[in-house]
């Protein structure tokens, strides 16, 4: 249930490859569902509780409610039910499983680990939270023993693992619905991380208070990466160009070579020098994998440059916390230089627009010009005096009238509509259907060139 999430999607493909008969739904179809279609799963749209007739087991998003009448259903004719994180645990547990986990940079981090070990041989299983083209969704599926899993705080996901090696990306107040406090969220990564054997690695990076503290509870298992001096693994000499992202990277006094990624920003060097870290943790020499690291293109709507039309140029992007924003931000300048950066932003959760109100603003005010659209709910209800008209009021006090409120998409358009121009670069962000955003502004502004 909930089949259309990159992670339950991913899960249903894993399953299918061990040999089970899958079958799925959501509420409604997408890119995932149809990537499902194609390669034979049965994918239903809407719920049923028709659709528990005759199954072994029902696996479930965390983001349905354990009352919902599907599951009520499979209970009574005595199925199991379990959690997409239980489902998950039974199958990569007993195999050597890679958990790449933080708050900020899974995904990416996860899908480059992959590829890293692809090319020393390793033939991974991957399951990563978006679409990477190259895969054709978001699963590779191996034949080893080795599984890549994007480790998720959420809901305490990520203690239903076992790894043998640990990623941590960084560690940052979010999932406030979870965690009442970001002690208690870190509380939770050193369980995460105390999982890990002694034989195994905590591969953190040091660059990120949360994360590096997160190398103090791995002790002797330790190691860190990042940008700076106190840095085990390193980069340096980061060059970014519009194409591409160049670097040397060195593990303590010995200079591993020169790399490069078709990724920009420096969070994603950051991501690099992670997969590189689980090469070293399993002996491995990372040098063999630099060609293949140069070719990834990246994961979908993750700063994905969509194209460009009558000058504009329009990029589709995944962040929903302003750390992720902010990055968003920093990589269109570097990217882009000074051309005029438009940005639409679109609110996920009332909890977290609740949490973060100031912060988004403060962060959305290193744009040109800006819009804020209503809030994508998810999984939530609505929460009392929370709007994204927040966010636009207290970006008022820094930016003025360079910031609209939207309140819907409808109205979103049509405010981009109106002052798009040549030169301008359009940014969609936030980890809602705001994409389709990014998409139908590309579309239209493509057929205008046409007819002119």
């Known amino acids: 249930m909930g089949v259309g999430g990159a992670g339950m999607a991913g899960l249903a493909l894993l399953l299918a490859a061990r040999g089970a008969k899958v079958s799925g739904c959501d509420r409604e179809t997408n890119q995932t569902t149809r990537d499902l279609e194609r390669q034979g799963m049965a994918v239903f749209r809407g719920h049923d509780p028709a659709h528990t007739?005759?199954?072994?087991?029902?696996?479930?998003?965390?983001?349905?409610?354990?009352e919902h009448p599907e599951l009520e259903a499979a209970r009574s004719r005595g199925v199991p039910v379990l959690k997409r994180s239980e489902a998950l645990a039974q199958l990569v547990n007993t195999g050597s499983l890679i958990a790449i986990?933080?708050?900020?940079?899974?995904?990416?981090?996860?899908?480059?680990?992959?590829l890293a070990l692809e090319a020393v041989g390793l033939d991974p299983t991957a399951l990563v939270g978006g679409r990477v083209p190259a895969w054709g969704g978001n699963a590779r599926i191996g034949h080893s023993t080795t599984y890549v899993v994007e480790a998720d705080e959420y809901d305490r996901s990520f203690l239903s693992l076992w790894p043998k090696l640990a990623v941590v990306t960084s560690v940052e107040a979010e999932h406030l619905d979870t965690y009442a406090t970001l002690a208690e969220l870190e509380a939770a990564f050193d369980e995460f991380a105390d999982r890990v054997p002694q034989a195994g690695r905590v591969i953190a990076c040091v660059d990120d208070a949360g994360a590096r503290r997160r190398l103090s509870v791995a002790g002797a298992r330790a190691l860190a990466y990042g940008l700076g001096s106190d840095a085990s693994l390193r980069a340096e000499s980061i060059s970014f160009e519009p194409t591409r992202t160049s670097f040397s990277v060195r593990w303590g006094t010995e200079k591993l070579g020169e790399f490069e990624l078709a990724l920009h920003g420096r969070h994603n060097v950051r991501n690099a020098l992670a997969a590189l870290g689980v090469l070293l943790a399993l002996g491995e020499d990372p040098r063999p994998a630099a060609p293949l690291l140069a070719s990834f293109t990246g994961v979908e709507r993750r700063f994905q440059k969509l194209g460009e039309a009558r000058g504009i140029t329009v990029v589709d992007d995944y962040a929903h916390h302003p750390t992720e924003v902010a990055a968003t931000l920093e990589t269109a300048s570097q990217v882009f230089g000074d051309r005029r950066l438009v940005v639409a932003f679109q609110p996920h959760l009332y909890s977290r627009t609740?949490?973060?109100?100031?912060?988004?603003?403060?962060?959305?005010?290193g744009a040109d010009l800006v819009f804020v659209t209503g809030i994508y709910a998810a999984r939530e209800a609505p929460i009392a005096g929370v709007s994204a008209e927040v966010i636009v009021a207290a970006a008022r006090e820094q930016i003025g009238e360079r910031v609209h409120y939207a309140e819907d998409l409808n109205e979103l358009m049509a405010a981009l509509r109106a002052v798009l121009r040549e030169g301008d670069v359009l940014v969609a962000i936030g980890a809602g259907d705001i994409g389709g955003i990014a998409h139908a502004m590309l579309a239209e502004l493509q057929r205008s060139h046409v007819d002119a």
């Open 53 to 66: 007739d005759g199954v072994a087991a029902v696996v479930h998003t965390s983001a349905i409610s354990r």
């Open 101 to 114: 986990a933080g708050t900020h940079g899974k995904t990416t981090t996860a899908a480059l680990t992959a």
């Open 354 to 365: 609740r949490a973060f109100a100031g912060d988004f603003a403060r962060v959305l005010a």
